[in-house]
């Protein structure tokens, strides 16, 4: 196991970052897969995604948001408001959805009241809702004003070299995640699903360069690994709504199952696929970051992620599959819907389940909701190998 993936994936003031900070690398945080880590990268700053964990109660988020929007902008709000991203010197916020692209806004008001909580460089990215023509050449043109909105305000030079060094680097660590993805396929796999949970997340908040390192240790430790984890569980694969909760993983793995992969935002959700090392690195980075429709909130492109869910199901030979949406998340609480149907269709158990984001879960209705998914499968044990 690796006890700097697992701090990593528990904690928001990550010490490699805080020290880095203190050594005067620039630390900027953003709160979307479809933001291009590469760009900072090539800037030398370090992105950071922004999480809301170790929230314990709603007080600010609840007062700049209102009660009936999903948690997890709330809780990254309130983590801004109690100073837990002190040490960032930037913050990129995207359209992700509704209630993500309020984060702007309630952020700015926030700030006004909390001295201390606006960092120097607050910025938003909007993002389209499809990946091709107009949509394709509007996002490649929000690419290039954030360069020069991240070049003027650090007074910094990202040039065509520099984002092509960035993206040879990236796809490096993409062909390492490929490959942790692969071991957890075996039958029997030798890493647990929360190993590998803590893993995905913590590339998200670790510098590359650090994170590739580790990745490759832990995996060569697996690789050399006696005992198999997965004899005799039942092997679970879980998606839906943006997902950081090492806590759900646990939780499913001590009940005696094996989660095998995930279709979340910090999962295997487009994290192995390879931008382009030849053309234009902005028009490469554009066209990675857009395709694919890995999102609900991407319009149009329900059969493609359907399919490539499935194909995931498939290939990881799980027995099941759990569809997790945080509470008032209508994107995925509205497919998780079309899911069920057509997990039913394949012949593949599921089960919905509707919960609070990370820390404000009910652990306790979680666990009884898993507890009765399990001795369903257990009854009719199937393996959807490919």
């Known amino acids: 196991m ?97 209630g993500m692209r309020r984060l702007d806004e309630c952020w700015r008001k926030m700030s006004t009241d909390f001295e201390g909580t606006m960092p120097g460089l607050f910025t938003f990215l909007d993002v389209p809702h499809k990946p091709h023509d107009v949509a394709l050449e509007w996002y490649e043109s929000r690419l290039r004003k954030l360069i020069k909105t991240i070049e003027n305000h650090f007074n910094v030079s990202i040039t065509d070299e520099k984002l092509k060094n960035a993206i040879s680097f990236q796809n490096k660590i993409r062909v390492k995640i ?37 990745l490759s240790r832990l995996i060569e430790e697996v690789k050399n690994r006696k005992e ?21 993983v646990e939780q499913i793995e001590e009940k005696g199952a094996i989660v095998v992969g995930e279709s979340v935002c910090y999962g295997m959700r487009n994290t192995t696929e390879m931008v382009s090392e030849t053309e234009d690195p902005v028009s490469a980075l554009a066209s990675h970051y857009l395709s694919g429709s890995i999102c609900p909130r991407m319009f149009g492109y329900y059969e493609a992620r359907r399919d490539a869910i ?35 269709k394949e012949g593949i158990p599921s089960v919905r389940i509707e919960k609070e984001y990370g820390p404000l879960t009910d652990k306790g209705r979680l666990r009884m909701r898993v507890d009765a998914f399990l001795e369903q499968i257990g009854r009719k044990r199937r393996s959807f190998s490919a």
């Open 228 to 248: 198999p984890v997965s004899d005799g569980r039942k092997r679970l694969f879980v998606t839906g709504s943006i997902c950081d909760d090492i806590g759900l």
């Open 178 to 214: 490929r490959e942790l993805t692969d071991l957890r396929a075996e039958n029997p796999v030798f890493i647990t699903g929360t190993e590998a949970f803590e893993a995905l997340i913590a590339r998200t908040v670790l510098p590359a360069d650090i994170f590739l390192e580790e």
């Open 310 to 344: 499935i194909s995931m199901v498939k290939e990881t030979g799980a027995n099941g599959v759990i569809m997790q949406n945080i509470r008032f998340c209508d994107l995925h609480g509205s497919e998780n819907g079309l899911l069920e149907r057509d997990f039913e």
């Open 2 to 98: 690796s006890e700097l993936f697992k701090k990593a994936a528990n904690s928001i003031n990550v010490p490699e970052i805080v020290e880095l900070k203190n050594k005067g690398v620039k630390i900027v945080g953003h709160t979307c897969s479809f933001v291009p880590v590469e760009i900072f990268y090539a800037a030398d700053i370090v992105p950071v995604r922004l999480r809301g964990i170790e929230t314990e109660s709603m007080s600010i988020g609840d007062a700049y948001y209102g009660p009936f929007v999903c948690s997890f902008p709330k809780a990254v709000l309130q983590q801004a408001g109690k100073g837990g991203f002190s040490f960032l010197n930037g913050v990129v916020i995207t359209s992700g959805c509704d």
